[in-house]
Structure formats: structure tokens, C-alpha cells
């Protein structure tokens, strides 16, 4: 079992950043490919950004690529998204993701095992 915590959403204005933690408990975290995801109000969840087990390999959507960018620090058990130029249609809940097994990137959020709980991203025009 894996419990993810993700913190670092807020409000910030357009054009701006923010960055996304994610720290996952157990001693395993390092075997764990790890993604964020978002949902929009109305909206399907939709994938954001991936990095694998050993930080070698990313992967992002098109529309935060550029933008964003995901790291991972085994050491503390956390994976980051580092989110610059913030446009309003970011505006999302972010979920941050752990899947098992696989020594590449995962984009297809059904094969994630594990979610956390979700942080706010609000962005004002």
C-alpha cells in the first residue's frame, strides 16, 4: 500500500507558478513510476505529466509542455511539478499517481495503483 499526499495548489493570478509536491509513504517509492494528473470542474481527468522509477524519463500533455515540469527526488520520497506561466484553463484539482512495475512512463491513468487526494489550482485572469 501506498498513500500519496500532494500539497502546493493555491490561487495565483496568470503567468504565474507554482510547484506541486507529492511525498508517498513506504520504503519503496524509488520502484514506483509516478504521474500528475488533473480534473477540471465538468471536465474528464486528464493526464498531465509522468516521470519514471528512476527520474530518466518524462513525458507531458501537449498543453503544459514547455510549461510545467515533473522531477522526482527518491531520497524524499516526493515527486514535484514544477507549473510556470499559469494560464486560467489550468484551473483543476491535480492528482499526483504511483504505478507498479513498469520501467518506462505511464500516460493511461487506469494503470496507475495508486492516487492521492487531490490539491486546488486556481488561476485568475
Known amino acids: 500500500q501506498v498513500l500519496l499526499v500532494e500539497s502546493g495548489g493555491g490561487l495565483v493570478q496568470a503567468g504565474g507558478s507554482l510547484r506541486l509536491s507529492c511525498v508517498a509513504s513506504?520504503?519503496?517509492?524509488?520502484?514506483?513510476?509516478m504521474g500528475w494528473f488533473r480534473q477540471a470542474p465538468g471536465k474528464e481527468r486528464e493526464f498531465v505529466a509522468a516521470i519514471n522509477w528512476s527520474g530518466i524519463s518524462t513525458d507531458y500533455a501537449g498543453s503544459v509542455k514547455g510549461r510545467f515540469t515533473i522531477s522526482r527526488n527518491n531520497a524524499k520520497n516526493t515527486v514535484y511539478l514544477q507549473m510556470n506561466s499559469l494560464k486560467p484553463e489550468d484551473t483543476a484539482v491535480y492528482y499526483c499517481a504511483a504505478v507498479s512495475g513498469r520501467p518506462g512512463t505511464v500516460v493511461a491513468g487506469f494503470e496507475y495503483d495508486y492516487w492521492g487526494q487531490g490539491t486546488q489550482v486556481t488561476v485568475s485572469s
Open positions: 513506504g520504503r519503496t517509492f524509488s520502484s514506483y513510476g
